[in-house]
């Protein structure tokens, strides 16, 4: 074992590499070794021209995850999963600073196995119909990545045709360096994650950097003689060559968030031993989506469900505090079971029954395993297509990207997409079983069309899949290829409070039903008879 600080691990590092980096939000990711990457940069202009890899979002919307890489002149390339957390990278983008490309979260941790096992890369149908297509974008998302793909100089999908049907390559690159990180490291360098929320694509990425002439950095807090549990060595010695110890607590945070949350390695406890019931949090206007979601789970009764980042991952706490249970919530970072987290510990889920890593996760979620999906939304149209991954114009434009979302929706066998129908200053009031608008929002998010594609809707309906859109007043579902009011809040007038913040196509189903009444009530919806 090569024991070095981060500045010494950070020197390593040469000029034009492909640098992988994992992590999970605020999970997992090698703060230490980043920050120091950054501050020699800025003290010396090197390491230059990197590219940056990473599968999920890393950052906390500020400084910290791969923020760190975020200086012209020393990223010349990005291909991210998510990129909501690292505004920095969202800016570099922006002002055409580097080239960047946004691929499904779930093809990258994929691809790093395909790289380990010397394949030519992933072949999948997840990215058809989408920016992700060559046909459309090739998953660029600014001018440079743009031009880069059309003249061959950096490719990173390409389409095929195989057995008669249309698929999509993304092609294996060589990876120089794996940035990772563990809870402890024994003498011979295998590293145990037996602290972390969950152990990503660690392995991969060790075993794609060493494969292709690569070094792996691993980052850990502390060094032990001996791993009492052979089980919880995620990457063997023989693919670490340098290990670097967090000299500083917030360097080595459990997420983001929480220094520590021993929920989140502690294991399902067993029938009669649940955590106990949350106490209800306020009624606004994100749980109120939650809450016809969660109805929308009690109807459907699916085995698998997953849930996305932002106001579909509080599904779980508000499933606590109804005590609704019958169903195992999934998150792709790994965690299956248990009570998936929100916010900066998004990834982590408390007392899960198990945890599979990264890419597992994602062969089991394309190959068709989740019931029922519950996304987010940002931007919606006519058709049903849906927009996270690109919206807003002039300097108000933010990359927001994919992350697993496509993955999932194109392999989920039902979608649920959840938002409000406009944004920017709305406020609610329910009371009583009735919603009023107290102040309506800036933004219509229903357009006439969407302006980046990351759901092709009529793509998915011709798979035989249920889809549907949950905001606070009104529920849309996809019917014969167009998008479909099916149910108002009680309390709100149809013509001028949803129809007006939607652009002519939407159609109005008959009869029309109403949004069940105890969603907008305080007291316990399902404890209760119906009002």
């Known amino acids: 074992m090569n024991l070095l600080s981060a500045t010494e691990a950070a020197a390593l590092v040469r000029s034009g590499a492909t640098v992988a980096s994992a992590g999970f939000v605020g999970c997992g990711h090698a703060e230490a070794v980043t920050a120091a990457l950054e501050r020699r940069f800025l003290a010396e202009g090197a390491p230059a021209d990197l590219t940056l890899v990473y599968s999920a979002g890393q950052g906390d919307r500020g400084h910290r995850g791969v923020n760190h890489f ?3 002149g020393m990223t010349a390339c990005i291909v991210g999963g998510h990129w909501r957390s690292a505004p920095k990278l969202s800016t570099l983008a922006l002002e055409e600073r580097c080239a960047a490309y946004n691929l499904p979260q779930g093809v990258i941790t994929q691809l790093y196995r395909a790289i380990a096992g010397g394949k030519p890369g992933v072949i999948t149908k997840i ?23 059309r003249l061959g100089a950096r490719r990173y999908v390409e389409s095929l ?37 969950f152990h990503h694509e660690l392995l991969a990425i060790a075993q794609a950097a060493r494969n292709s002439g690569g070094i792996v950095i691993a980052q850990a807090r502390r060094i032990v003689e001996r791993h009492e549990n052979l089980h919880a060595v995620k990457v063997p010695g023989i693919l670490i060559d340098h290990v670097v110890i967090a000299e500083h607590e917030d360097e080595h945070m459990m997420t983001f968030a929480e220094a520590d949350n021993p929920a989140y390695y502690t294991s399902w406890r067993g029938p009669g031993h649940e955590a106990p ?20 789970l009690v109807a459907r009764r699916p085995r698998v469900v997953n849930l996305g980042v932002g106001m579909p991952a509080g599904i779980g706490a508000v499933a606590d505090e109804e005590g609704v249970s019958g169903f ?3 998150v792709e970072a790994g965690p299956i079971g248990g009570t998936p987290a929100d916010g900066l510990s998004f990834g982590a889920s408390a007392y899960p029954e198990a945890v599979v890593d990264h890419p597992a996760q994602f062969d089991f979620y394309d190959g068709g395993g989740i019931d029922l999906a519950f996304l987010g939304l940002a931007e919606l149209d006519v058709r049903g297509n849906v927009n996270v991954s690109l919206f807003g114009e002039g300097d108000k434009r933010i990359v927001s990207g994919v992350g697993g979302f496509i993955n999932i929706t194109q392999s989920a066998r039902e979608v649920v997409f959840m938002g409000t129908l406009t944004a920017g200053g709305l406020q609610v009031e329910a009371s009583g079983g009735r919603l009023r ?12 069309k969407v302006s980046h594609l990351t759901f092709d809707a009529a793509y998915v309906a011709s798979l035989g899949r249920r889809i549907l859109y949950i905001t606070e ?10 998008l479909t009011l099916t149910e108002v809040a009680p309390g709100i007038d149809v013509r001028e409070q949803v129809l007006a913040f939607c652009p002519p196509g939407v159609r109005v189903a008959e009869p029309l039903r109403t949004m069940d009444p105890r969603i907008f009530d305080p007291a316990p919806m399902l404890t209760r008879e119906r009002a």
């Open 127 to 149: 990215g058809l119909h989408t920016f992700v297509d060559p046909r459309l974008d090739g998953g660029a998302i600014n001018d440079i990545g743009r031009e880069a793909a």
């Open 473 to 482: 007043r009104a529920v849309f579902e996809m019917r014969d290829g167009m």
């Open 277 to 296: 019931r949350r106490a209800p949090g306020p009624l606004d206007v994100r749980r109120i989506v939650q809450r016809r979601a969660l109805l929308e």
């Open 437 to 448: 608008i107290v102040q309506e929002g800036r933004v219509a998010k229903v357009v006439p």
């Open 70 to 72: 975020g200086h012209a």
């Open 328 to 330: 195992t919530l999934t």
């Open 161 to 197: 045709e195989l057995r008669g049907e249309r698929w999509l390559l993304y092609p294996s690159f060589p990876i120089d360096v794996a940035l990772i990180r563990g809870t402890s490291v024994d003498a011979r360098g295998n590293l145990a994650t037996e602290n972390e929320a």
